[in-house]
């Protein structure tokens, strides 16, 4: 590493920042693109799950409120890929690496949604464990995309409380709508284990040692857990892991995530990965002649 | 049902379809800034159908969720431009296009109508329509040279016309410059089999549990 | 063209830059802009930028001492306790 990089590197780990017109170490730029990247990728294909349910949606009030979520959700995407578009990434690049499948998207976006109680446990327990990530990025050493992560939370915010109140309404409803909470909880708990990643120890991990993320995976995992299992149990619904448990210490122990579970399905192999990449260079194809007619004079 | 229902019923189920009909775009627009944009257009025509709904709702004893979800397809009184499924630029701008420029006339004349309570809700619906117009207004702009844009508002104009009512077509003819052949209108009160379609997506969940809450 | 967006959160408040926003044109800029950063009506105002008419200051000439413009520039403790001595007076 060349004096410069170390002596950058020493003034993140400091609590320094950088703002896009600094010099950044190539390692760090790249780094730092790929991870901002992969995050606004996701936003972007977090859509399409969530989307059909606007259409299905039971009452006018959940309806506007599944679009108003949906559409924060693709202004997320806006905000991130603008900062990753300023560090010299053209967004059509990246659209394009997304559909190759050459950049990634978070696991939880690769699976099917089946039910309106899918709705409830996404926008509550699947945004939960995006907003613990999200807050640790309000410190990221990189300035333009720690600014825009205080949108992003704050719109968060939202969608857990719409997403704890379509819960609400489904298990203090009938027993079939407490039903589909349970069920999916079933579906989604795999999932939601495996979103913070491996328990890769932080100081290994190259996104924490140029402070681009400001905690570690397990330390994300933990605070998921003891944020959400209470309020999970308080109503009476059941995690679907009998090895869950909190220690004395505070710590919670659990079964073991399926780790190859989350290689396959993050590299493209999910059960709804190719379908919904297909779906969006669909559209993306067919209305290609409306950017251009944009971009002419 | 009083004319009045009727009426609050037609400008509601306008409303409601093509909010689902524009909210379909949400996540696929041509760009993220069009897109976070059209998603408010929807948000917003949901949000009139249900003030209209609200209204109709009182004289009917019923609610706003029960009109705008529990009837039957062919108890809807939309106009067949909203049931459309336009899942292509040029024909969604063309219909966002046309379908101002009908609400405008219609909203102008129930403004000046002798029904306070109507008018003072057209009112507020045409102040949040300002920016729908001038969203419509941009684009259209923008794609008038492009020959798909040109053959879909031929194309949508006949149902354009269906609208507004009988009396309120040559006005639009005039705001639009197209012409106001009837011969060629699809009239209000007759259905496409699209919108049974769109129906059967919209209340599947609702359907699954009847007067459950959700 | 990037845009950058500036909001004013209430009346009375500075303009603080809030992000970007890529269009064709001003109208477009403005259609987009307003939503992303004012469809909850959180925002008073905007101000919307082409970049380009962005013109930023970064460096500054730091040769000579400038501390007499500011205020911890002036040490007056001493010759203030010394006035007063004189003067025969306790602080106000």
């Known amino acids: 590493m060349d004096a410069r990089t170390e002596e950058f590197l020493a003034y993140v780990q400091d609590g320094g920042q950088a703002e896009s017109t600094d010099w950044l170490p190539d390692e760090y730029r790249q780094k730092l693109v790929k991870f901002i990247e992969m995050h606004g990728n996701s936003e972007l294909m977090g859509v399409l799950p969530e989307r059909e349910w606007i259409l299905r949606a039971p009452t006018l009030q959940r309806k506007l409120a599944l679009t108003a979520k949906v559409q924060d959700e693709v202004g997320h995407a806006q905000l991130i890929y603008r900062v990753a578009e300023d560090l010299g990434k053209p967004r059509d690049q990246m659209l394009a690496d997304l559909i190759s499948g050459k950049a990634k998207f978070h696991n939880v976006f690769h699976y099917p949604t089946k039910t309106w109680g899918d709705v409830g446990v996404i926008a509550w327990l699947v945004d939960a464990a995006a907003i613990i990530s999200q807050k640790a990025l309000l410190k990221c050493s990189y300035a333009p995309y720690a600014r825009i992560m205080k949108k992003i939370c704050w719109e968060e915010s939202f969608h857990i409380l719409h997403g704890r109140d379509v819960i609400l309404a489904l298990v203090t409803g009938t027993d079939m709508q407490r039903e589909l909470v349970q069920e999916a909880l079933d579906r989604w708990w795999g999932p939601l284990m495996q979103f913070h990643g491996n328990p890769i120890p932080r100081e290994e991990d190259p996104m924490y040692i140029w402070r681009i993320k400001s905690q570690g995976n397990e330390e994300a995992r933990q605070q998921f857990l003891e944020g959400y299992v209470p309020q999970i149990r308080e109503l009476g619904l059941t995690v679907p892991d009998p090895n869950l448990r909190r220690g004395d210490d505070g710590v919670w122990t659990y079964s073991e995530p399926d780790w190859d579970e989350l290689r396959s399905v993050v590299t493209g192999h999910g059960p709804r990965s190719q379908e919904r990449l297909a779906f969006r260079a669909r559209f993306l194809e067919q209305e290609k002649w409306v950017r251009d007619t944009l971009l002419a004079a | ?214 | 063209m990037v845009f950058e967006v500036f909001r004013q959160e209430k009346k009375g408040q500075p303009f603080t830059h809030a992000g970007s926003v890529v269009a064709p044109d001003a109208a477009f800029a403005d259609a987009w802009a307003r939503e992303q950063y004012g469809r909850r009506g959180e925002s008073e105002a905007l101000w919307l930028v082409p970049r380009d008419a962005v013109h930023q200051v970064t460096e500054w000439a730091d040769e000579f001492d400038l501390k007499y413009r500011r205020v911890d520039g002036y040490s007056i403790k001493e010759r203030l306790r010394i006035a007063r001595e004189r003067a025969g007076t306790t602080p106000a």
């Open chain 2, 1 to 214: 049902m009083s004319a009045r229902a009727q009426r609050l019923l037609e400008l509601a189920d306008d409303e409601l379809i093509l909010g689902w009909r524009d909210s379909e775009w949400t996540g696929i627009a041509p760009t993220l800034e069009e897109d976070v944009a059209f998603s408010s257009i929807a948000q917003n025509e949901i949000g009139h159908a249900r003030a209209l709904y609200e209204l109709a709702a009182t004289e009917l004893g019923t609610d706003a969720d029960a009109l705008a979800f529990d009837r039957q397809p062919d108890e809807y009184r939309c106009a067949q431009l909203v049931e459309l499924r336009l899942m292509d630029w040029a024909h969604t701008i063309a219909r966002r296009y046309l379908y101002e420029e009908a609400d405008r006339v219609r909203l102008e004349a129930l403004k000046a109508g002798d029904d306070a309570e109507l008018a003072g809700l057209a009112a507020k619906i045409d102040r949040e329509e300002t920016y729908h117009r001038l969203h419509a207004e941009m684009w259209a702009g923008r794609l008038r040279d492009e020959p798909r844009f040109r053959s879909a508002i031929e194309e949508l104009w006949p149902y354009a016309l269906a609208v507004v009512d009988e009396g309120q077509r040559a006005e639009l003819a005039r705001r639009t410059g197209l012409s106001v052949d009837s011969t060629q209108t699809v009239q209000r009160g007759q259905h496409t089999p699209e919108l049974a379609e769109l129906w059967n997506e919209m209340t599947e969940v609702r359907r699954s549990a009847p007067g459950a809450t959700w």
